[in-house]
């Protein structure tokens, strides 16, 4: 028979270990990716510009304009627009926030863990400060998402371990009573090392899968 002390420790375990924050990334999860090679190709196509030359510049680029340190306008300079174009900064900027697309399915499936659950919902992502707000706003994460650990924000960026203890400092919990969706792998093992239970997420059904095994869905909810 259980003794009070050990019933005690039981529940002090359980409520320690239990989950009470999604951390979560955006691009490939959430919505796609804002700005990608393949984004990159497209408007190199579109726009008839050398594809080496531009990846070479964005690459010296990014990780600062993503880090916070640099503005769009910025990046535009250095990577675009050195040279006089025959199209304009406006179109160029348009076409770069044309490529966010949204994820439904995975918008609705956070969105339901929050309202079922009661949990806090927290972004770690890496993203320019320009792109990041458009993606906020333009399709409403910031209705179900407690807080944003964004790259631009917080001036450091994955794979860079701080800005998962930053998270956990924002939200308040252990490591052990946080879940992170990811799609990149490198990314999802940085976040176990620190002790963060992750799934990598290729889809929305392994994901909602996953998350039932841990007892977040059922079969009513996020599992077709």
Known sequence: MATMI?????ATISKTTAISCVFVDIGGVLLTNGWDHH??????ADFNLDWAEMESR??????VYEEGKLSLEEYLNRVVFYQKRP????????FMYAQSKPYPDMIELVSELKIRHGLKIVVIS?????LNKYRIQKFKLNSFVDAFISSCFVHVRKPDADIFRLALDIAQVQALQAIYLENTPLFVQVAENLGIRSILHTDYLSTSTQLASLGLLNDKVGIP
Do not use: K, V, Y
Request: aromatic residues 10%; charged residues 35%.
């Open 6 to 10: 050990e019933l005690t420790e039981e």
């Open 39 to 44: 984004a990159r190709e497209r408007a190199a």
């Open 58 to 63: 964005h690459l010296l680029n990014f990780s």
């Open 87 to 94: 199209f304009t900064r406006t179109q160029f900027r348009d």
């Open 126 to 130: 890496n993203g320019g400060r320009e």
